[in-house]
DNA sequence: AGAGTGTACCGTACATTGTACGGCTCAGGT
DNA sequence: ACCTGAGCCGTACAATGTACGGTACACTCT
């Protein structure tokens, strides 16, 4: 990056920032809330990379250096842009357990609503999540996730698997999803366009070499969703293959209680 | 990002340079191929972030701006480095077909492959890949993993999606990893010492909510692989849902045949 | 009321980035 | 011997995160 490289954060203080109130306005009426709040939105329409402090602070019509009162930099305004659209992922903690369904049913009620944040908020997939892990939101989410996986014979090890299992196709769907809207929408170029831009160059350049499965395939997915891929497609069949794969296991568990 | 806005890239451009040989030597013996290998090499010990256009020439001994002649801007050089690193991945393209164990052998041959890359480079996490897709290497690849699912009865588009599901996978949870490492990595702290520095301000702020499953998963989860995570522990969990899962389809199929 | 004090606020400065631009310097063709 | 084009690179600039030191206000204490 840019800039003076970051002071080395101090976890505790991120931490209790996270789990602060951030409501107590200062003499302009600056909070934490707000900031966060306004870095949120920016990010949404113009993604991470145009998020800057300057941008933020003008938002708010705020000098650039006010923001630092209330936040230690950029990257625990990152942590906490990414605790704060977890915050209403779940109306109670037992949401996901009333779904009709069972566990199989929770479980895809839970990948749904990843889903849906991830897509509101692409730029989730550019923060760093390791040091978020322990902000209230998140924890209330894993805690909430978890529930319906309880009491079904599995170790907590096991819950702990499947849940990651299912929450990391979601998310790397939703990041490949969002990496082909971005670079589709910086091109400028329809997808139509783009393979008219590209095609001849890559008919020259590729004859000579051989790649039949590729082609095959490579075409037959293109027709089948006009395109290279189709994000929704990869969720619903990953996650049916997934939870397919976790029947047995659970069915055993469950037996043997 | 910080510097000039990078100008559009030119598609064509991009992609005449992916599939071009890189060893025409100018002047001082500048080519592409040098460019990319030492771009690689800074990458694998320092991350992407540390990666910067004055580093690179440095490392060549080269004036920054030479690199230009070469390579169009720092993007370009990222998609080659891409390229780059998928180009050993297999012996040849039948080299999974030929695995002990059929098609589930094959694919857990392919994830392995996948996930060694993965963690030998694991700056390729930051990396857009949606322009690369066509490179040579990364087509390559694709034709190599696409063909021990040849065959079986599956449809182009389902051989399609079983193989990105299990790509889809690898990738997340190498990604999941790798962020573990840095955050451990430059944080300075071990596991240990960055639990002794949390924990008191953790137990302070948490009285009062209540998080019954995910604080008993959680502590299991932590005695287990002494760390938040495990992420060889969650390639094989998932890998193996994900085949199991797989299994019921391919052997429906097979048997229409 | 007046004085003192801490905290919110912010203007300026600086290091670092990608790269546009224009000049220099050679190798090779005529 | 000269010209030309390509390889090479020094300088300049816009943008970034944030360190540093100053200013001004709200509050407490006398």
């Known amino acids: 990056m840019a800039g003076r490289k970051a002071a080395a954060p101090d976890p505790a203080r991120s931490l209790a920032l996270l789990w602060g109130s951030h409501t107590k306005p200062g003499r302009s009426g600056l909070t934490v809330r707000a900031i966060v709040d306004a870095a949120i939105a920016l990010a949404d329409v113009s993604g991470l990379d145009a998020l800057s402090m300057r941008t933020v602070a003008e938002r708010l019509k705020v000098g650039t250096m006010s923001l630092y009162t209330h936040v230690p930099g950029k990257g ?39 889903w849906d944040v991830l897509t509101a908020h692409p730029w989730i997939h550019e923060v760093p999540t390791m040091r978020t892990a322990l902000g209230p939101n998140i924890t209330r989410k894993y805690e909430t996730e978890l529930r319906p996986l309880d009491g079904l014979g599995l170790t907590d090890v096991e819950m702990d698997s499947a849940l990651t299992l299912v929450l990391t196709h979601v998310q ?35 004859s000579g070499t051989h790649f039949p499965t590729a082609g095959r395939v490579g075409t037959s997915v293109g027709e089948h969703f006009q395109s290279a891929m189709d994000p929704a497609h990869a969720l619903t069949f990953g996650l049916t293959t997934i939870l397919d794969g976790l029947t047995p296991l659970i069915t055993s568990r469950s037996a043997v209680q």
Do not use: H, K
């Open 76 to 114: 625990e305004l990152t942590d906490l842009m990414f605790d704060q659209v977890y915050g209403d992922l779940y109306a109670d903690p037992d949401e996901p357990s009333n779904q009709p369904g069972g566990w199989r049913g929770a479980l895809e009620f839970i990948a749904l609503r990843n």
């Open 172 to 206: 790397g769907t939703a990041r490949a999803g969002a990496e082909q809207l971005r670079t589709q929408r910086d091109s400028g170029l329809s997808d139509e366009e783009w393979w008219r831009q590209i095609s001849p160059t890559l008919t020259t350049v590729m």
